[in-house]
DNA sequence: ATGAAAGCGCTAACAC
DNA sequence: GTGTTAGCGCTTTCAT
């Protein structure tokens, strides 16, 4: 391995001029730079990080720990938070904590005693991760879910988009709706139930029907079964994820219950094959490319000082994108081909600020 | 920051005790143990992991280097990664190099700055990747792609399932078909259009019709319409990757041309949805968990030592999996609910053993 | 503008 | 079995 005193040898100079050079830091005679970059160039010189990072006492890493790899909600944010990042000088290492809170621990003890420059985190549950990160001096930011500690914060209107789609559904002339949602320690699975609830009273629809599962595929599986499997079955449901979407929809196609002329369905976040189902899926669209940029910006800004003092909080609009298999009107003549192109995309909510602080 | 040293004091030791005691490594009095453990309970030591690197010049971090973080061919292999390294000690990030050269390129060197213990690759393009890891002598796997360069690699026989695939439409009576496959410069897109035409050739088929696009939603888009404008257009369609697949399907959705009636379509990767899409989608399955997995544990015999010579090849075999979309014979009446379920899977290859070396 | 020297926190010889 | 000590490669005062 070639070292710093080499290159200092070889162009006949200190250790200390060639760090300057390299790190283009203090007016440097440009002679001096000349024969520092090519000796550094013939040695084949590269610095090594790691004593860069023990010396300096930071490194340039952001860590972004997310809940779950397969979820394209998550990839998403991951590519808007990368593009930020890169803009601003900084790596991104991708860490799936596989909705194990386990895992989850080990990586916040991974950018703590690796010294992350920041973090991005989709919670699991619990604050010691943060409490770690703090005593390190580690800058935080969530996404999605937050925290009883107050921490900055980027996510979506989950509980407005839920309430959106329920309405929706019921404008559609289904009535006896009903709601597969994920565990009660996942924030944004109560914000949707909440949602949900919130369209059944203004509504004055008075039974229920709530499941909470894991937010899996199986979970919808199991969940639309235990629904359809009672005394007076739901005619629609509102399913609040994706992973918990395809369960569902592979018990009422089990079943032979096609949404749309069966039975409604809407379910959180536009996967990019919703518009290839039979038939294409209605959807509340989460900003989540947007979700990463924002939460990257704020990690930026917390991390050069020029956004101090308390946390903030953003909570970006949904978007409900509706498609045939939410629409009771909808003919079995009006299938196949024209089903995917006669969707009517770009509903806005009317609730909730673009974004407050 | 509490060191080592604060640790000694506290408990009335050396610094080389209270490392050997966190090191678990050498027998150390049972009663300084218990004194150093409590001492560093105390006082919330924690150790850093920046100084540790820096003196051992080696880390337990993989660095996962992928080309798409949006596909769950991907995504899998990371998951199959991730279990091996857990199980011996390794920590993973994962990198998406997003199909662009540079950045992949920044992540490698990012693992040799940061003296990664491992980095697994799926190379877009260049061996200079190879030699700069090589030169700085940390273990690489390849996955997916190879290059030119000798290293140790693990894929799935794509030449051998485009085979199959493309055979089985034969089979199914379809008549004139067309491949939409990756750019040139990709070595899985060259074999799985290889596999292609090494079924038109054995069945004396001379028109070829084959395009390359990039592995991209709108490549099969643009790749679909290109195939079926021209004057004989093909009545059935072998797809490269899903990205691709998603574009064609929207293509044929577009021109109201379904699958499995008017027009025949297997594609590379059972993504989860292919079973929801209307018909479900015929596919070329492979073992993506099984290819990040063995090459995790491959990365663990390069650094323990234990795997020493010549690199390996693994070449895992893939799996048909038939659905409605490639079945010639599926009459209008039998849609819908029994689609799903009639799916035959399960047709193991001929071709390839299971893994050679 | 440049160099000398200290030291980031830890581990591994080496001595006892 | 335990302590002393040197030093991993770099950056950054502090002199000059």
Redesign the pocket.
Same mark, same amino acid.
């Given at each position: 391995?070639v070292?710093?005193?080499d290159v200092a040898r070889e162009s006949? &100079?200190?250790?200390? &001029?060639?760090? %300057?050079v +390299?790190?283009k =830091? #203090?007016?440097? #005679?440009p002679? +001096?730079v000349r024969r520092v970059v090519s000796a550094a160039d013939r040695l084949g010189? %590269?610095? =090594?990080a +790691?004593? @860069?990072n023990? @010396?300096?006492?930071r490194t340039s890493l952001w860590l972004l720990i997310i809940s779950d790899i397969e979820d394209s909600f998550f990839t998403s944010v991951a590519r808007g938070v990368e593009d930020v990042a890169q803009r601003n000088g900084f790596s991104v290492v991708l860490c799936n904590a596989d909705e194990d809170e386990s895992k989850e621990m080990q990586y916040v003890e991974l950018a703590a005693s690796e010294l992350a420059a920041g973090v991005i985190l989709s919670p699991h549950s619990a604050r010691t991760h943060v409490e770690r990160l703090a005593s390190s001096s580690i800058p935080l930011v969530l996404i999605d879910r937050s925290l009883s500690t107050p921490v900055d914060f980027v996510t979506s209107d989950s509980r407005g988009g839920a309430r959106a789609a329920t309405e929706h559904l019921l404008q559609q002339g289904w009535r006896r709706p009903a709601c597969i949602t994920g565990p009660r320690s996942a924030e944004t699975a109560e914000l949707r139930r909440a949602g949900y609830e919130d369209a059944l009273e203004a509504a004055g629809i008075r039974t229920k029907r709530i499941v909470h599962e894991p937010f899996h595929i199986d979970g919808g599986r199991t969940g639309a079964a235990q629904l359809l499997d009672r005394g007076k079955p739901p005619d629609a449901l509102f399913v609040a994820n994706s992973a918990l979407a395809m369960g569902a929809l592979e018990e009422l196609w089990s079943r032979g219950l096609r949404p749309g002329s069966d039975i409604g369905l809407i379910t959180f976040d536009d996967v990019p094959w919703a518009r290839f189902t039979d038939p294409p899926i209605s959807v509340v669209a989460q900003p989540a490319y947007q979700v990463g940029a924002r939460a990257a910006q704020m990690l930026v800004e917390r991390i050069n000082g020029s956004l101090q003092g308390k946390p903030r909080k953003i909570v970006l609009e949904t978007e409900l994108v509706v498609r045939a298999s939410s629409r009771r009107a909808l003919p079995p003549a009006d299938r196949g081909a024209s089903a995917g192109k006669t969707a009517i995309k770009g509903a806005h909510l009317a609730v909730a600020d673009t974004s407050r602080t």
């Open positions: 391995m070292k710093i005193s006949g &100079t200190s250790p200390a &001029t060639v760090s %300057r +390299l790190n =830091n #203090d007016r440097v #005679d002679e +001096l010189y %590269r610095p =090594n +790691l004593a @860069r023990l @010396r300096r006492q």
